[in-house]
């Protein structure tokens, strides 16, 4: 059974720091590409990072680059994400999903090229 659980979340205040984590198990993580989408009430889920299999390469959201770092740790079966320079706009829920090969071909920005994802953690930013 595939299971991705993330952690990290929380509140914190305009221009701050959080480091969010998502634990993979019941699966060969490194044959997975990974990558984090963000959901805000009454908003489609955006696609915010992505990072292949080997973690060499990454892709950003317009609106988290410079900002936002994705990296993995294949050893540890975990994908992480360091969202600084936080600012309301960004309070959401976020996911972690671990992707089909090649992304079925639809790119790493696209939540159908996904085939597990996490149950979410909230995060919330106050001005």
């Known amino acids: 059974q595939v299971q991705l659980v993330e952690s990290g979340g929380g509140l914190v205040q305009a221009g701050g720091s959080l480091r969010l984590s998502c634990a993979a198990s019941g699966l060969t993580f490194s044959a997975y590409g990974m990558g984090w989408f963000r959901q805000a009430p009454g908003k489609e889920r955006e696609f915010v990072a992505a990072t292949p299999r080997n973690g060499k390469s990454t892709y950003y959201g317009d609106s988290v680059k410079g900002r936002f770092t994705i990296s993995r740790d294949n050893a540890k079966n975990t994908v992480y994400l360091q969202m600084n320079s936080l600012n309301p706009e960004d309070t959401a829920v976020y996911y972690c999903?671990?992707?089909?090969?090649?992304?079925?071909?639809?790119?790493?920005?696209?939540?159908?090229?996904?085939?597990?994802w996490g149950q979410g953690t909230q995060v919330t930013v106050s001005s």
């Open positions: 999903a671990a992707a089909f090969s090649a992304y079925r071909g639809l790119g790493p920005q696209t939540p159908g090229g996904y085939a597990y």
